[in-house]
């Protein structure tokens, strides 16, 4: 008869695998605890807000600043992509415990596709601005409503030096980045469009709405089988939101042929669109008889709406695209935001980026079984963080990380920088 199949249990090969791998995780694990704790100085790299005041520690996007001459670095003959650079002198001076230089820049560039390879440029003296390569249609960014891969480039964001302990950024009381959902509406000015592009795109995001309210107040009745009370709401709505249907697209005409976008008209379009009414539905499923189970409201257009809400839907695309266009807007010309949204905006991004867009010397945030810390052959050269702002996207959202042999670093030699993505 068949015997029963003899189990790994913990002898032979498979014990001597569970015991290898549980001997590397325990190292990991007192490597990254010895790593989190260290009470080294690190260096947090901020994005500049306000932007343009005051002194800058480099700058991520944008083109590269590199001596005349300089090689732009390739990879099988592409060039590479331009990151950023880092003024080593704005670093602290016991950061990595005092090794590597303290002058000139580094140049970060990387490959489009993944594996990636990096390339890290050190260098000095008077710098010349390169216009960095395009098409920029790499996997690490974060595809904004407005990138076209033949003219799209990182948006460029001033870096400032915040210096902090290492292991603050591990403390479990210490204050995390957040995103804060948006709460506002389209009346408060800080939520406004500012030029052509951001008023075609609230145009387009109330006519899907405007247009998807007009057809199911019609469609939805004969599709559904209604309770009499339902039927009645649908019937008694019907002219009011084939009026908004109707006035809708008169103010949206009016606004799309502005020859000019002034803040005054676009609040008085949007006091208009403010008037129109719209109904709120929601429904949760079809009950034993067949009868559609609906919650219905009563709203207006612009109103504010919560979470499940059908009309909800515009309202997170256009806010969306509208951060996306300030991105764009205050990187290169910051006066062009108007001072109600340029002020949500600066305050939304410094609560965003609390612990940086990047950091130096630490031990990452996120886990990597790389060596790394003062235990360890390897120092953190870099960690740059998933980010809306900057564009940056490293695997499922988390970070890049870039690790450099401690005695190289102490050489200034930083031709065998490696790459991990943090889990």
Not at 341 to 358: F, I, M, Q, Y
Not at 401 to 415: Q, Y
Request: hydrophobic share 40%; glycine share 10%; proline share 7%.
């Amino acid at each position: 008869m068949f015997g029963r199949k003899k189990s790994a249990g913990t002898g032979g090969e498979g014990g001597k695998f569970i015991a290898e791998f549980l001997g590397y995780q325990s190292d990991t694990d007192r490597m990254k605890d010895a790593a989190r704790s260290s009470q080294r100085n690190i260096a947090i790299l901020k994005p500049q807000i306000p932007i343009g005041v005051g002194p800058i520690a480099g700058w991520f996007g944008g083109n590269a600043a590199m001596p005349q001459g300089t090689v732009w670095p390739e990879e099988g003959g592409q060039k590479l992509l331009f990151v950023g650079q880092i003024d080593l002198s704005a670093l602290p001076r016991d950061l990595w415990g005092g090794v590597g230089p303290r002058f000139g820049w580094l140049g970060i560039f990387l490959s489009e596709k993944h594996p990636l390879k990096p390339s890290i440029l050190h260098f000095d003296g008077p710098l010349v601005e390169v216009k960095a390569p395009i098409p920029n249609d790499a996997d690490w960014t974060r595809i904004f409503d407005f990138k076209e891969p033949a003219t799209f480039a990182l948006p460029k964001w001033p870096l400032i030096v915040e210096t902090r302990s290492g292991n603050e950024l591990h403390d479990s009381d210490a204050p995390r980045a957040t995103e804060s959902p948006e709460q506002g509406t389209l009346v408060d000015p800080a939520y406004h469009p500012f030029d052509r592009q951001t008023v075609s795109l609230l145009c387009t995001a109330l006519e899907d709405a405007v247009t998807r309210l007009a057809r199911d107040i019609v469609r939805f009745p004969a599709m559904k089988k209604l309770r009499p009370a339902d039927a009645a709401w649908f019937e008694g709505k019907r002219a009011e939101v084939l009026d908004t249907f109707v006035r809708f697209f008169e103010i949206e005409g009016r606004m799309r042929s502005e020859g000019k976008v002034d803040p005054a008209s676009i609040a008085s379009f949007i006091g208009e669109l403010a008037d129109l009414n719209a109904y709120r539905k929601e429904y949760t499923r079809t009950d034993g008889d067949g009868n559609a189970e609906l919650i219905l409201e009563e709203t207006k257009l612009l109103d504010w709406q919560p979470k499940g809400s059908d009309l909800k839907l515009w309202w997170l695309l256009y806010e969306a695209g509208l951060t996306n266009h300030a991105i764009k807007a205050y990187t290169s010309t910051p006066t062009d935001l108007p001072t109600p949204l340029r002020d949500r905006v600066e305050a939304k991004w410094r609560s965003e980026t609390h612990d940086g867009l990047a950091a130096m010397g630490h031990a990452p945030l996120g886990h990597i079984y790389t060596p790394h810390g003062p235990e360890s052959p390897n120092e953190v050269l870099l960690e740059i963080h998933t980010s809306k702002i900057a564009g940056f996207i490293w695997g499922d959202c988390y970070s890049l990380v870039l690790l450099i042999d401690r005695e190289a670093l102490r050489c200034g030699d930083f031709s065998n920088v490696t790459v991990d993505i943090t889990n």
